[in-house]
T-cell receptor, first 115, second 114 residues
Framework: KAGVTQTPRYLIKTRGQQVTLSCSPI?????VSWYQQTPGQGLQFLFE???????NKGNFPGRFSGRQFSNSRSEMNVSTLELGDSALYLC??????????????FGPGTRLTVL | QKEVEQNSGPLSVPEGAIASLNCTYS??????FFWYRQYSGKSPELIMS????GDKEDGRFTAQLNKASQYVSLLIRDSQPSDSATYLC??????????????FGKGTHLIIQP
């Protein structure tokens, strides 16, 4: 079974621009979660989408947004980029089941550099 | 605010020995606990999950959970140089019937010395 895929793998943008990242979950998985990883803050939860609806949200400003399509693929958008947005953005997919056993599997990530 | 604490290391262990990684968490409502391994420049890879108090073994890996003490650990037996990586402890609560985002510790950098 194919794993989680993310595109693009690397991006270089300048301050003030916007960026869109894409994630395709494992086949059969309906939940997609997004995380930001930086050396200083570690891995931080951005938001989770399930059945095209944002189900959970972390503590990030409104510049970070996302959406999910009917095929469970998800996109994340960051507007008005800041230098501090440079990070590895990770997507994780899961079945999205209620209860404790739902397990997330990570994609390879998108490395975003903001100049 | 949920917190997950890990010793950042580096933790240096001789090849063939047991590596012991520890994690504490602040939210008593947490129900799921995960260990991910992350090699430098790569994404996290799931190693173990545990939901009930006690031990769970999978090959050379054993996860231990003590909810009363809010403590999770990972033991790696017969450590190999390929086990050298950063190990991330992740905790998840369940609310409203839906899933919750994972809260991660900063990770422990493990070095297995040949």
């Amino acid at each position: 079974k194919a794993g989680v895929t993310q595109t693009p793998r690397y991006l270089i943008k300048t301050r003030g621009q916007q960026v869109t990242l894409s994630c395709s979950p494992i086949s059969g998985h309906r939940s997609v979660s997004w995380y930001q990883q930086t050396p200083g803050q570690g891995l931080q939860f951005l938001f989770e989408y399930f059945s095209e609806t944002q189900r959970n949200k972390g503590n990030f400003p409104g510049r970070f947004s996302g959406r999910q399509f009917s095929n469970s693929r998800s996109e994340m958008n960051v507007s008005t980029l800041e230098l501090g947005d440079s990070a590895l953005y990770l997507c994780a997919s899961s079945r999205g089941l209620a209860g404790p056993t739902d397990t997330q599997y990570f994609g390879p990530g998108t490395r975003l550099t903001v100049l | 605010q949920k917190e997950v604490e890990q010793n950042s290391g580096p933790l240096s262990v001789p090849e063939g020995a047991i590596a012991s990684l520890n994690c504490t968490y602040s939210d008593r409502g947490s129900q799921s606990f995960f260990w991910y391994r992350q090699y430098s420049g790569k994404s996290p890879e799931l190693i173990m999950s545990i939901y009930s108090n006690g031990d769970k073994e999978d090959g050379r890996f054993t996860a231990q959970l003590n909810k009363a003490s809010q403590y999770v650990s990972l033991l790696i037996r017969d450590s190999q140089p390929s086990d050298s990586a950063t190990y991330l402890c992740a905790v998840k609560g369940v609310r409203g019937g839906g899933a919750d985002g994972l809260t991660f510790g900063k990770g422990t950098h493990l070095i297995i010395q040949p």
